[in-house]
């Protein structure tokens, strides 16, 4: 027997649907698809100021820096080193802009780097693909892929100091 699922019937699955999606917790650890995360050697000052140079010498803007443990210490408050590399350049936002207007909304691409228990830092960031894969534009993918390279450069510049 099938059952029709139009009116009050489709409304009752769909209300149930989404009441399991609320409950359901998702499983813990699992990485997000993309998501690279590097562990260093070196400390996490060197590795911060490590991926600043790496920033430049690609030729990247860095458009913001947020740094957690800075603004914890002035009102007070030690923070181990946390800081977000918000990361873009404008070239690469005109091709995006102009292949989808929509896909704006993604730059700049972020690095987050943290400090370990043992003052070594953890890198993680999404691959460029990775955010950009919902747009179908071939002219995204292809900034898309020119700014994978990109970001592997930066990422193993930073990590290779010691």
């Known amino acids: 027997m099938t059952r029709d699922l139009r009116g009050p019937h489709r409304l009752a699955v769909s209300l149930l649907l989404a009441a399991a999606a609320l409950v359901i917790p998702a499983p ?3 990485a997000q698809d993309g998501r690279i995360t590097l562990i260093s050697k070196a400390s996490f000052a060197t590795v911060a100021e490590a991926l600043e140079k790496a920033i430049a010498d690609q030729n990247m803007g860095l458009v913001c820096h947020a740094n957690a443990q800075r603004g914890a210490a002035a009102r007070g408050v030690k923070l181990a080193g946390n800081q977000v590399f ?3 350049r404008n070239d690469f936002a005109v091709r995006i802009i ?6 704006g909304f993604e ?3 972020r690095i987050y780097l943290y400090e370990n228990s043992d ?5 993680t960031y999404f691959k460029p693909s990775a955010v950009f894969r919902p747009y179908p ?10 700014l994978d390279l990109i970001f592997q450069k930066i990422v193993a510049q930073a990590l290779a100091v010691r």
């Open 28 to 30: 813990p650890g699992i």
């Open 86 to 88: 918000m990361v873009f």
């Open 98 to 103: 102009s292949a989808a207007r929509e896909a």
């Open 107 to 109: 730059a700049p691409m």
């Open 119 to 123: 003052g070594t830092a953890t890198l």
């Open 137 to 146: 534009q071939p002219e995204v993918a292809k900034v898309a892929a020119e």
